[in-house]
């Protein structure tokens, strides 16, 4: 079992910056598949960025240039630094942790983009 928890959600102005952190458990951290999803009211969750155990990192479109992806094995965390923030960005954002035969899902984060 991985216990994920999520945190660096808020409110903040179009334009502004924010910083996601997720820690996750477990002593094989550099194993881990991580990634971070969304999920807007009345839409799907859907894939934000994601960064391999090998640190092959990709982004959703609607990112890309303006969100990073970083991970720190030796802090069993997970960043992800969003720049130039939109309103269409507000979301509750989930960590995910895969594993070769399991994932994990955090609580989530509210991210509000506003006035």
């Known amino acids: 079992q991985v216990q994920v928890v999520e945190s660096g959600g808020g409110l903040v102005q179009p334009g502004g910056s924010l910083r996601l952190s997720c820690a996750a458990s477990?002593?094989?951290?550099?194993?881990?598949?991580l990634g971070w999803y969304r999920q807007a009211p009345g839409k799907q969750r859907e894939l934000v960025a994601r960064i391999s155990r090998g640190g092959i990192i990709n982004y959703a479109t609607s990112v890309k240039g303006r969100f990073t992806i970083s991970r720190d094995n030796a802090k069993n965390t997970v960043y992800l630094q969003m720049n130039s923030l939109k309103p269409e960005d507000t979301a509750v954002y989930y960590c995910?942790?895969?594993?070769?035969?399991?994932?994990?899902w955090g609580q989530g984060t509210q991210v509000t983009v506003s006035l």
């Open positions: 995910n942790v895969q594993k070769i035969i399991a994932e994990y």
């Open positions: 477990g002593s094989s951290f550099s194993t881990y598949h």
